[in-house]
């Protein structure tokens, strides 16, 4: 079955920039549609951005446009997020998210976070 790892998480300065990574594996990579998603404490998941499995359109939370960059290598089975002029408010543990198929565009476009079936297990981000 599907697993996702997610990796990249760190410490970093306001302004600063990272990477997150999520290794996909157990099936077609390029069938999937995967999204970032992420949580704080006492706040709702929310979904970050998003890149549909069939021509790779991409969406983005209005919180991060701009700054925040979704892509990935397919021959690598990776998704990324590239995350620049970072701020204390993004702070969380983020999470990346599959879902299976080419019929769910409208999910895919607002993050519809019920409608990923597979997520990794997180990694923390931390903005100070």
């Known amino acids: 079955h599907v697993q996702l790892v997610e990796s990249g998480g760190d410490l970093v300065q306001p302004g600063g920039s990272l990477r997150l990574s999520c290794a996909f594996s157990?099936?077609?990579?390029?069938?999937?549609?995967m999204a970032w998603f992420r949580q704080s404490p006492g706040k709702e998941r929310e979904g970050v951005a998003s890149?549909?499995?069939?021509?790779?359109?991409?969406y983005y939370a209005d919180s991060v446009k701009g700054r925040f960059t979704i892509s990935q290598d397919s021959a690598k089975n990776t998704l990324y997020l590239q995350m620049n002029s970072l701020k204390p408010e993004d702070t969380a543990v983020y999470y990346c998210?599959?879902?299976?198929?080419?019929?769910?565009?409208?999910?895919?476009?607002?993050?519809?976070?019920?409608?990923?079936?597979?997520w990794g297990q997180g990694t923390q981000v931390t903005v100070s």
């Open positions: 998210a599959a879902m299976g198929g080419y019929k769910g565009r409208a999910f895919v476009s607002v993050m519809d976070a019920t409608r990923f079936a597979y």
């Open positions: 890149i549909y499995a069939g021509d790779s359109t991409t």
């Open positions: 157990g099936h077609s990579y390029s069938t999937y549609s």
